[in-house]
């Protein structure tokens, strides 16, 4: 039998903007566009995607703490929070589930202080700088660690 992961999807602040927020950098889809195209891969990855958006960051916070003990890993891309918030970072590390981090531009490439990020130390790794591919490639990573672990 085969296990269906449950995986979360958490876009941080100014992500429901995908589309009309510079275009140059995050690119024209929109956020539902790259949710549809998340859920659709879950398919094939024998997932179950389910996405959050928030402005928030005590939203995110709560989300992330809902998280346990509901899915089996997340993908977040926290956006600017990654680069100043020690809470979305505790909050992953006091769940302990198998985060991926991504980000749609790649924030080593852009002003120094996105160089930095607290989600990172405690992430199982970072994509960043493939537009949605980042997502994409963030859900097959989480997929497959989760994978490796259930044969381990």
Not at 57 to 77: D, K, P, R, S
Not at 92 to 120: D, T
Request: glycine share 10%; charged share 15%; aromatic share 6%.
């Amino acid at each position: 039998m085969t296990t269906v992961w449950k995986v979360l999807v958490l876009h941080g602040p100014n992500l429901n903007l995908l589309g009309q927020r510079e275009p140059g950098i995050y690119g024209s889809l929109t956020l539902g566009e790259i949710d549809a195209c998340l859920r659709e891969d879950g398919v094939d990855l024998e997932a179950e995607v389910s996405t959050f958006q928030s402005n928030s960051e005590g939203q995110l916070v709560t989300a992330i703490h809902g998280a346990l003990g509901n899915y089996h890993g997340i993908v977040f891309n926290a956006a600017a929070y990654t680069h100043t918030s020690i809470a979305l970072r505790d909050a992953l590390a006091a769940v302990q589930l198998p985060c991926v981090e991504v980000h749609l531009s790649n924030i080593h490439k852009r002003e120094s202080f996105r160089h930095i990020s607290h989600i990172a130390p405690v992430a199982i790794g970072q994509i960043c700088g493939f537009g949605l591919n980042s997502y994409r490639l963030g859900l097959r990573a989480l997929v497959d660690y989760l994978n490796g672990q259930a044969d381990s």
